[in-house]
Protein backbone atom coordinates (compact mmCIF):
# COMPACT_ATOMS: atom_id res chain seq x y z
CA UNK A 1 0.00 0.00 0.00
CA UNK A 2 1.50 2.94 -0.86
CA UNK A 3 2.35 5.82 1.38
CA UNK A 4 0.58 9.57 0.93
CA UNK A 5 3.11 12.24 0.79
CA UNK A 6 3.36 15.32 3.19
CA UNK A 7 5.49 17.43 1.08
CA UNK A 8 4.51 20.88 0.64
CA UNK A 9 2.69 21.13 4.36
CA UNK A 10 -0.81 21.45 4.90
CA UNK A 11 -3.76 21.97 2.45
CA UNK A 12 -5.06 25.21 2.11
CA UNK A 13 -8.50 25.85 3.76
CA UNK A 14 -11.55 26.95 1.72
CA UNK A 15 -13.24 30.26 2.04
CA UNK A 16 -16.59 29.83 2.61
CA UNK A 17 -19.35 32.49 2.89
CA UNK A 18 -19.54 33.11 6.80
CA UNK A 19 -15.56 34.17 6.55
CA UNK A 20 -16.58 37.10 4.14
CA UNK A 21 -19.42 37.72 6.38
CA UNK A 22 -16.74 38.09 9.94
CA UNK A 23 -13.90 40.04 7.32
CA UNK A 24 -17.12 42.61 6.60
CA UNK A 25 -17.95 43.02 10.32
CA UNK A 26 -14.24 43.17 12.03
CA UNK A 27 -12.53 45.77 9.99
CA UNK A 28 -9.34 46.49 10.93
CA UNK A 29 -8.60 49.38 13.17
CA UNK A 30 -7.34 51.24 10.50
CA UNK A 31 -10.61 50.93 7.92
CA UNK A 32 -12.71 51.70 10.80
CA UNK A 33 -10.86 55.03 11.36
CA UNK A 34 -10.92 56.27 7.57
CA UNK A 35 -14.85 55.47 7.70
CA UNK A 36 -15.32 57.73 10.61
CA UNK A 37 -13.45 60.58 9.21
CA UNK A 38 -15.57 60.48 6.18
CA UNK A 39 -18.85 60.59 8.51
CA UNK A 40 -17.43 63.63 10.24
CA UNK A 41 -16.59 65.39 7.09
CA UNK A 42 -19.82 64.91 5.71
CA UNK A 43 -22.04 65.99 8.45
CA UNK A 44 -19.12 69.14 8.70
CA UNK A 45 -20.27 69.82 4.76
CA UNK A 46 -23.76 69.61 5.70
CA UNK A 47 -23.47 71.46 8.45
CA UNK A 48 -21.45 74.20 6.78
CA UNK A 49 -24.06 73.92 4.22
CA UNK A 50 -27.19 74.89 6.33
CA UNK A 51 -25.01 77.87 8.24
CA UNK A 52 -24.62 79.16 4.38
CA UNK A 53 -28.07 78.93 3.54
CA UNK A 54 -29.16 80.37 7.05
CA UNK A 55 -26.86 83.08 6.09
CA UNK A 56 -28.24 83.83 2.85
CA UNK A 57 -31.64 83.36 3.92
CA UNK A 58 -31.02 85.95 7.13
CA UNK A 59 -29.30 88.60 4.55
CA UNK A 60 -31.97 88.19 2.56
CA UNK A 61 -34.82 88.52 4.92
CA UNK A 62 -32.53 92.09 6.14
CA UNK A 63 -31.67 93.32 2.33
CA UNK A 64 -34.65 92.30 0.60
CA UNK A 65 -38.32 91.44 2.57
CA UNK A 66 -37.63 93.65 5.41
CA UNK A 67 -36.67 96.52 3.97
CA UNK A 68 -40.33 95.67 1.62
CA UNK A 69 -42.37 95.74 4.73
CA UNK A 70 -44.47 98.69 5.77
CA UNK A 71 -43.16 100.51 9.08
CA UNK A 72 -46.44 102.17 9.57
CA UNK A 73 -49.94 102.31 7.58
CA UNK A 74 -52.28 105.34 7.07
CA UNK A 75 -55.60 104.54 5.75
CA UNK A 76 -54.37 101.33 4.50
CA UNK A 77 -51.24 102.86 2.51
CA UNK A 78 -48.06 101.39 3.56
CA UNK A 79 -44.60 103.62 4.43
CA UNK A 80 -41.96 101.06 3.80
CA UNK A 81 -39.27 100.49 6.27
CA UNK A 82 -36.48 100.88 3.40
CA UNK A 83 -38.37 104.46 2.87
CA UNK A 84 -38.14 105.62 6.56
CA UNK A 85 -34.85 104.19 6.80
CA UNK A 86 -33.18 106.18 4.26
CA UNK A 87 -35.40 109.96 5.95
CA UNK A 88 -33.76 109.09 8.71
CA UNK A 89 -29.94 108.67 7.23
CA UNK A 90 -30.69 112.25 5.58
CA UNK A 91 -32.71 113.74 8.18
CA UNK A 92 -29.79 113.13 10.41
CA UNK A 93 -26.61 113.98 8.02
CA UNK A 94 -28.78 117.28 7.16
CA UNK A 95 -29.24 118.47 10.92
CA UNK A 96 -25.54 117.93 11.36
CA UNK A 97 -24.75 119.90 7.93
CA UNK A 98 -27.09 122.90 10.02
CA UNK A 99 -24.87 122.04 12.88
CA UNK A 100 -21.53 122.11 10.98
CA UNK A 101 -22.43 125.58 9.44
CA UNK A 102 -23.47 127.18 12.98
CA UNK A 103 -20.13 126.26 14.10
CA UNK A 104 -18.27 127.53 11.32
CA UNK A 105 -20.51 130.48 11.54
CA UNK A 106 -19.84 131.34 15.23
CA UNK A 107 -15.97 130.55 15.05
CA UNK A 108 -16.42 127.19 16.61
CA UNK A 109 -18.23 129.22 19.86
CA UNK A 110 -19.74 126.19 22.26
CA UNK A 111 -21.97 127.98 23.89
CA UNK A 112 -23.64 129.81 21.58
CA UNK A 113 -23.97 126.41 19.49
CA UNK A 114 -25.10 124.97 22.31
CA UNK A 115 -27.67 127.89 22.78
CA UNK A 116 -29.40 127.28 19.14
CA UNK A 117 -28.48 123.80 18.57
CA UNK A 118 -28.27 121.71 21.90
CA UNK A 119 -31.51 120.16 21.25
CA UNK A 120 -30.83 118.56 17.78
CA UNK A 121 -26.82 117.49 19.01
CA UNK A 122 -28.52 115.69 21.61
CA UNK A 123 -31.56 114.52 19.35
CA UNK A 124 -28.53 113.37 17.05
CA UNK A 125 -27.06 111.15 19.91
CA UNK A 126 -30.62 109.33 20.33
CA UNK A 127 -31.44 108.02 17.00
CA UNK A 128 -35.17 107.01 18.16
CA UNK A 129 -36.02 110.57 18.90
CA UNK A 130 -35.51 111.72 15.05
CA UNK A 131 -36.75 108.20 13.87
CA UNK A 132 -39.65 109.44 15.79
CA UNK A 133 -40.02 112.68 14.22
CA UNK A 134 -39.49 111.42 10.75
CA UNK A 135 -42.06 109.01 11.08
CA UNK A 136 -44.36 111.41 12.31
CA UNK A 137 -43.35 113.39 9.48
CA UNK A 138 -43.86 110.85 6.73
CA UNK A 139 -47.62 109.51 8.65
CA UNK A 140 -48.55 114.03 8.13
CA UNK A 141 -47.33 113.15 4.23
CA UNK A 142 -49.41 110.32 3.42
CA UNK A 143 -52.63 112.15 4.73
CA UNK A 144 -51.66 115.25 2.62
CA UNK A 145 -51.21 113.03 -0.37
CA UNK A 146 -53.98 111.54 -0.33
CA UNK A 147 -56.21 114.78 0.31
CA UNK A 148 -54.55 116.11 -2.19
CA UNK A 149 -55.83 113.24 -4.58
CA UNK A 150 -59.55 114.10 -3.07
CA UNK A 151 -59.30 117.33 -4.04
CA UNK A 152 -57.53 117.14 -7.05
CA UNK A 153 -54.36 119.08 -5.93
CA UNK A 154 -51.11 118.25 -7.97
CA UNK A 155 -47.88 119.16 -8.02
CA UNK A 156 -45.57 119.02 -10.97
CA UNK A 157 -41.67 119.40 -11.15
CA UNK A 158 -41.76 123.02 -11.51
CA UNK A 159 -43.30 123.76 -8.32
CA UNK A 160 -40.68 121.41 -7.15
CA UNK A 161 -37.84 122.99 -8.38
CA UNK A 162 -39.01 126.15 -7.00
CA UNK A 163 -39.45 124.71 -4.14
CA UNK A 164 -35.28 123.30 -4.55
CA UNK A 165 -34.46 126.79 -5.62
CA UNK A 166 -35.57 128.36 -2.69
CA UNK A 167 -33.45 126.30 -0.46
CA UNK A 168 -30.63 126.74 -2.59
CA UNK A 169 -30.74 130.61 -2.81
CA UNK A 170 -30.72 130.25 1.26
CA UNK A 171 -27.78 128.40 1.53
CA UNK A 172 -25.80 130.88 -1.31
CA UNK A 173 -27.74 134.48 0.30
CA UNK A 174 -29.08 134.90 -3.58
CA UNK A 175 -32.36 136.04 -4.18
CA UNK A 176 -34.37 133.92 -6.75
CA UNK A 177 -35.78 135.95 -9.22
CA UNK A 178 -39.30 136.75 -9.03
CA UNK A 179 -39.95 136.26 -12.47
CA UNK A 180 -39.03 132.84 -12.77
CA UNK A 181 -39.77 131.54 -9.17
CA UNK A 182 -42.21 133.04 -7.44
CA UNK A 183 -42.46 133.43 -4.15
CA UNK A 184 -44.71 130.69 -2.34
CA UNK A 185 -46.98 131.72 0.79
CA UNK A 186 -45.02 128.82 3.09
CA UNK A 187 -42.27 128.71 3.59
CA UNK A 188 -40.65 125.58 2.77
CA UNK A 189 -38.35 124.10 5.22
CA UNK A 190 -36.89 120.59 4.15
CA UNK A 191 -35.85 119.30 8.06
CA UNK A 192 -38.28 119.17 10.61
CA UNK A 193 -36.10 120.02 13.21
CA UNK A 194 -35.03 123.22 12.48
CA UNK A 195 -32.08 124.77 14.58
CA UNK A 196 -34.75 127.42 15.91
CA UNK A 197 -37.83 125.94 16.48
CA UNK A 198 -40.69 128.21 16.57
CA UNK A 199 -42.67 128.43 19.20
CA UNK A 200 -46.50 127.49 19.18
CA UNK A 201 -48.55 130.38 19.88
CA UNK A 202 -51.93 129.81 21.77
CA UNK A 203 -55.14 132.18 21.06
CA UNK A 204 -54.22 135.71 22.40
CA UNK A 205 -56.56 137.32 24.89
CA UNK A 206 -56.50 140.62 26.31
CA UNK A 207 -53.68 140.58 28.61
CA UNK A 208 -51.18 140.08 25.47
CA UNK A 209 -52.10 142.04 22.94
CA UNK A 210 -49.68 144.60 22.09
CA UNK A 211 -50.76 148.16 21.24
CA UNK A 212 -48.37 150.71 19.41
CA UNK A 213 -45.91 152.59 21.21
CA UNK A 214 -45.74 156.63 19.98
CA UNK A 215 -42.42 156.99 18.23
CA UNK A 216 -40.04 159.37 20.21
CA UNK A 217 -39.16 163.44 18.06
CA UNK A 218 -35.58 163.30 17.37
CA UNK A 219 -34.23 166.25 18.93
CA UNK A 220 -31.52 168.09 17.65
CA UNK A 221 -29.14 168.46 20.96
CA UNK A 222 -26.02 169.77 19.13
CA UNK A 223 -24.51 173.49 20.29
CA UNK A 224 -26.00 176.11 18.17
CA UNK A 225 -23.63 178.07 15.84
CA UNK A 226 -21.67 177.44 13.38
CA UNK A 227 -18.86 175.20 13.69
CA UNK A 228 -14.90 176.03 12.71
CA UNK A 229 -14.87 174.06 9.22
CA UNK A 230 -11.17 172.98 8.43
CA UNK A 231 -10.04 174.31 4.76
CA UNK A 232 -9.21 171.47 2.53
CA UNK A 233 -7.78 171.30 -0.86
CA UNK A 234 -10.80 170.33 -3.37
CA UNK A 235 -10.48 166.59 -4.09
CA UNK A 236 -11.94 164.85 -7.12
CA UNK A 237 -15.17 163.15 -5.65
CA UNK A 238 -14.83 159.48 -6.11
CA UNK A 239 -17.69 157.60 -8.21
CA UNK A 240 -19.00 154.32 -6.24
CA UNK A 241 -19.07 151.33 -8.58
CA UNK A 242 -22.62 150.10 -9.00
CA UNK A 243 -23.00 146.52 -7.13
CA UNK A 244 -22.39 144.19 -9.93
CA UNK A 245 -26.70 142.68 -10.63
CA UNK A 246 -26.68 138.91 -11.92
CA UNK A 247 -29.06 138.34 -14.50
CA UNK A 248 -31.70 136.06 -13.60
CA UNK A 249 -30.65 133.33 -15.79
CA UNK A 250 -27.43 133.65 -13.83
CA UNK A 251 -29.24 132.76 -10.53
CA UNK A 252 -30.96 129.90 -11.76
CA UNK A 253 -27.60 128.71 -13.59
CA UNK A 254 -26.40 128.74 -9.91
CA UNK A 255 -29.11 127.48 -8.19
CA UNK A 256 -29.29 124.84 -10.36
CA UNK A 257 -25.51 123.86 -9.91
CA UNK A 258 -25.60 123.90 -6.36
CA UNK A 259 -28.79 121.99 -5.98
CA UNK A 260 -26.71 119.42 -7.85
CA UNK A 261 -23.79 119.64 -5.82
CA UNK A 262 -26.29 119.25 -2.57
CA UNK A 263 -27.58 115.66 -4.54
CA UNK A 264 -24.02 114.68 -4.68
CA UNK A 265 -23.54 115.21 -0.96
CA UNK A 266 -26.02 113.68 0.19
CA UNK A 267 -25.49 110.60 -1.95
CA UNK A 268 -21.80 110.34 -0.85
CA UNK A 269 -22.87 111.26 2.76
CA UNK A 270 -25.99 108.68 3.19
CA UNK A 271 -26.56 106.53 0.31
CA UNK A 272 -29.51 108.14 -0.34
CA UNK A 273 -30.95 108.76 -3.81
CA UNK A 274 -31.39 112.25 -5.72
CA UNK A 275 -35.20 111.51 -5.82
CA UNK A 276 -35.62 110.70 -2.26
CA UNK A 277 -33.71 114.46 -1.09
CA UNK A 278 -36.21 115.44 -3.93
CA UNK A 279 -39.31 114.22 -2.40
CA UNK A 280 -38.92 116.32 0.51
CA UNK A 281 -39.18 119.00 -1.73
CA UNK A 282 -42.23 117.69 -2.97
CA UNK A 283 -43.62 117.89 0.29
CA UNK A 284 -42.56 121.30 0.68
CA UNK A 285 -44.34 122.31 -2.65
CA UNK A 286 -47.45 119.93 -2.01
CA UNK A 287 -48.29 121.42 1.35
CA UNK A 288 -48.17 124.86 -0.40
CA UNK A 289 -50.50 123.64 -2.93
CA UNK A 290 -53.03 122.37 -0.27
CA UNK A 291 -53.02 125.81 0.96
CA UNK A 292 -53.46 127.67 -1.71
CA UNK A 293 -56.58 125.83 -2.31
CA UNK A 294 -57.63 125.59 0.62
CA UNK A 295 -57.83 129.00 1.72
CA UNK A 296 -58.02 130.47 -1.82
CA UNK A 297 -61.89 131.77 -0.78
CA UNK A 298 -60.77 132.93 3.06
CA UNK A 299 -62.12 136.72 3.26
CA UNK A 300 -59.41 139.53 2.79
CA UNK A 301 -61.34 141.57 5.28
CA UNK A 302 -63.32 141.11 8.85
CA UNK A 303 -65.23 143.00 11.51
CA UNK A 304 -62.26 144.63 14.54
CA UNK A 305 -63.16 146.20 17.37
CA UNK A 306 -61.55 148.82 18.88
CA UNK A 307 -61.58 148.98 22.86
CA UNK A 308 -59.96 149.31 26.07
CA UNK A 309 -59.94 148.04 29.44
CA UNK A 310 -58.90 148.08 32.75
CA UNK A 311 -58.38 144.15 34.07
CA UNK A 312 -58.33 143.81 38.08
CA UNK A 313 -57.05 140.28 38.62
CA UNK A 314 -58.06 137.85 41.15
CA UNK A 315 -54.14 137.71 42.22
CA UNK A 316 -52.20 140.72 41.73
CA UNK A 317 -49.35 139.62 42.59
CA UNK A 318 -49.03 137.03 39.92
CA UNK A 319 -49.04 137.65 35.81
CA UNK A 320 -52.91 137.17 34.43
CA UNK A 321 -53.24 133.56 33.00
CA UNK A 322 -50.52 131.99 35.29
CA UNK A 323 -52.37 132.28 38.71
CA UNK A 324 -54.33 129.17 40.34
CA UNK A 325 -58.06 129.27 40.51
CA UNK A 326 -59.55 131.91 42.57
CA UNK A 327 -60.67 131.69 46.04
CA UNK A 328 -64.06 132.51 46.65
CA UNK A 329 -62.27 135.54 48.59
CA UNK A 330 -60.21 136.39 46.12
CA UNK A 331 -63.30 136.86 43.54
CA UNK A 332 -64.93 138.98 46.03
CA UNK A 333 -61.95 141.26 46.66
CA UNK A 334 -61.30 141.53 42.96
CA UNK A 335 -64.89 142.59 42.39
CA UNK A 336 -64.92 145.07 44.94
CA UNK A 337 -62.00 146.87 43.51
CA UNK A 338 -63.80 146.64 39.87
CA UNK A 339 -66.97 148.16 41.15
CA UNK A 340 -64.51 150.73 42.72
CA UNK A 341 -63.08 151.51 39.57
CA UNK A 342 -66.29 151.44 37.48
CA UNK A 343 -67.82 154.31 40.31
CA UNK A 344 -64.33 156.67 39.63
CA UNK A 345 -65.10 156.51 36.38
CA UNK A 346 -68.54 157.41 36.34
CA UNK A 347 -67.68 159.90 38.85
CA UNK A 348 -65.34 161.51 36.12
CA UNK A 349 -62.30 159.92 36.45
CA UNK A 350 -60.22 160.01 33.10
CA UNK A 351 -60.12 156.25 31.99
CA UNK A 352 -56.66 156.22 30.99
CA UNK A 353 -55.20 157.55 34.36
CA UNK A 354 -57.37 155.19 36.67
CA UNK A 355 -56.18 152.08 33.67
CA UNK A 356 -52.58 153.32 34.28
CA UNK A 357 -53.00 153.19 38.53
CA UNK A 358 -55.34 150.25 38.38
CA UNK A 359 -55.09 147.83 35.86
CA UNK A 360 -53.17 144.71 35.93
CA UNK A 361 -52.97 143.76 32.23
CA UNK A 362 -49.77 145.43 30.24
CA UNK A 363 -51.68 147.56 28.10
CA UNK A 364 -52.03 149.79 31.42
CA UNK A 365 -49.24 151.55 30.51
CA UNK A 366 -51.02 152.79 27.44
CA UNK A 367 -53.77 153.59 29.39
CA UNK A 368 -55.90 150.15 28.49
CA UNK A 369 -55.45 150.92 24.82
CA UNK A 370 -55.98 147.43 22.68
CA UNK A 371 -56.40 148.67 19.39
CA UNK A 372 -57.94 147.39 16.29
CA UNK A 373 -58.25 143.23 16.61
CA UNK A 374 -60.58 141.03 15.52
CA UNK A 375 -62.89 139.78 18.43
CA UNK A 376 -62.25 136.40 17.77
CA UNK A 377 -58.62 136.94 19.23
CA UNK A 378 -60.61 137.35 22.75
CA UNK A 379 -61.85 135.11 25.27
CA UNK A 380 -65.72 134.28 24.80
CA UNK A 381 -67.28 136.95 27.88
CA UNK A 382 -64.72 139.72 26.59
CA UNK A 383 -65.53 138.81 23.01
CA UNK A 384 -69.24 139.23 23.34
CA UNK A 385 -68.92 142.47 25.54
CA UNK A 386 -66.76 144.47 22.96
CA UNK A 387 -69.83 143.00 19.90
CA UNK A 388 -72.83 144.42 22.02
CA UNK A 389 -71.63 147.23 24.05
CA UNK A 390 -72.49 150.69 22.53
CA UNK A 391 -69.77 152.42 20.79
CA UNK A 392 -68.39 154.70 23.61
CA UNK A 393 -70.33 152.74 27.13
CA UNK A 394 -67.88 151.98 29.95
CA UNK A 395 -69.45 148.25 30.35
CA UNK A 396 -68.12 145.98 33.00
CA UNK A 397 -67.59 144.72 35.53
CA UNK A 398 -67.22 141.91 33.45
CA UNK A 399 -65.87 138.32 34.41
CA UNK A 400 -63.32 135.94 32.41
CA UNK A 401 -60.91 133.71 33.84
CA UNK A 402 -58.69 136.73 34.38
CA UNK A 403 -60.78 138.51 36.45
CA UNK A 404 -62.76 141.06 35.93
CA UNK A 405 -62.98 143.70 33.04
CA UNK A 406 -64.02 147.41 32.74
CA UNK A 407 -64.53 148.00 29.07
CA UNK A 408 -65.06 150.70 26.54
CA UNK A 409 -65.43 150.01 23.12
CA UNK A 410 -64.00 153.32 20.39
CA UNK A 411 -65.48 151.31 17.61
CA UNK A 412 -66.20 148.46 15.58
CA UNK A 413 -65.56 148.37 11.59
CA UNK A 414 -65.21 145.73 8.55
CA UNK A 415 -61.24 146.33 8.27
CA UNK A 416 -58.90 145.12 5.32
CA UNK A 417 -56.40 142.51 6.31
CA UNK A 418 -53.10 143.30 6.70
CA UNK A 419 -50.78 140.85 4.71
CA UNK A 420 -49.37 139.34 7.96
CA UNK A 421 -52.58 139.11 9.32
CA UNK A 422 -54.38 137.66 6.27
CA UNK A 423 -50.91 135.15 6.61
CA UNK A 424 -51.85 133.93 10.20
CA UNK A 425 -55.48 133.35 9.30
CA UNK A 426 -54.47 130.95 6.39
CA UNK A 427 -52.33 128.89 8.37
CA UNK A 428 -54.56 128.64 11.27
CA UNK A 429 -57.23 127.63 8.75
CA UNK A 430 -54.49 124.72 7.35
CA UNK A 431 -53.72 124.10 10.26
CA UNK A 432 -57.26 123.51 11.82
CA UNK A 433 -58.51 121.14 8.53
CA UNK A 434 -54.72 119.35 9.14
CA UNK A 435 -55.57 118.36 12.34
CA UNK A 436 -58.67 117.30 11.52
CA UNK A 437 -57.58 114.58 8.61
CA UNK A 438 -54.81 114.13 10.96
CA UNK A 439 -57.19 113.17 14.08
CA UNK A 440 -59.74 110.76 11.92
CA UNK A 441 -56.43 108.59 10.05
CA UNK A 442 -56.23 105.03 10.69
CA UNK A 443 -52.65 104.89 11.73
CA UNK A 444 -51.13 101.71 12.78
CA UNK A 445 -47.18 101.45 13.08
CA UNK A 446 -45.30 98.17 13.52
CA UNK A 447 -45.02 97.03 16.90
CA UNK A 448 -41.30 96.84 16.43
CA UNK A 449 -40.73 100.29 14.52
CA UNK A 450 -38.43 101.52 17.33
CA UNK A 451 -36.13 98.61 16.57
CA UNK A 452 -35.60 99.74 12.40
CA UNK A 453 -34.54 103.13 13.15
CA UNK A 454 -31.51 103.82 11.62
CA UNK A 455 -28.29 104.80 14.26
CA UNK A 456 -26.04 105.87 10.82
CA UNK A 457 -24.60 108.00 10.17
CA UNK A 458 -23.54 107.65 13.48
CA UNK A 459 -22.94 111.03 15.84
CA UNK A 460 -18.76 110.46 15.63
CA UNK A 461 -19.11 110.30 12.03
CA UNK A 462 -21.38 113.78 11.66
CA UNK A 463 -19.90 115.68 14.18
CA UNK A 464 -17.46 113.87 16.31
CA UNK A 465 -14.38 115.97 14.36
CA UNK A 466 -15.80 119.45 15.52
CA UNK A 467 -17.89 118.89 18.83
CA UNK A 468 -16.62 115.37 20.06
CA UNK A 469 -18.75 113.59 23.31
CA UNK A 470 -16.88 114.40 26.03
Same mark, same amino acid.
Not at 65 to 81: D, F, H, L, Q
Not at 343 to 371: I, V
Given at each position: MTKKGTVGGPRARRITEADVKRRRQYKSRAERDRLWQRRVLFATIGLVALSVLVLIAALFYEQV? %???????? *??????? /?RDFQNR? %? =???? =? /??EQIRELYFLTGGNVDTIQQYAGQQINDLRRPQIIGSQVLDEMEEEMILKQAAKELGVTVDEAAVDEQVNRYMAQRLGLTVPSDETPTPTLTPTITPTPLVSPTPSSTPVPTETPTPVPTATLVNTATPGPSPTPTVPPTETPIPSPTPTLEPSVVVATLQSEAGDFYKKAQDAVDVSRSAVRELFYYDALRTALLEELTKDLPQEELQVNARHILISFNPDLPPGQAPP?? #????????? %????V????? #?????? #? =??????????? /????? =????????? *??AFKDAVLNAAIGEIVGPIETEYGYHIIQVHGREVRPLTPGELSTRRQQKYQTWLDERKAAAQIKRRSDWLERVPEDPSYNRLLGDILPIG
Open positions: I %RPSEAIST *VNGEEIK /TV %R =LIRW =L /TAPT #DEQKAAALA %RAEAMQALQ #DGEPFA #D =LAKAMSNDSSA /THGGE =LGWASPDKY *VA
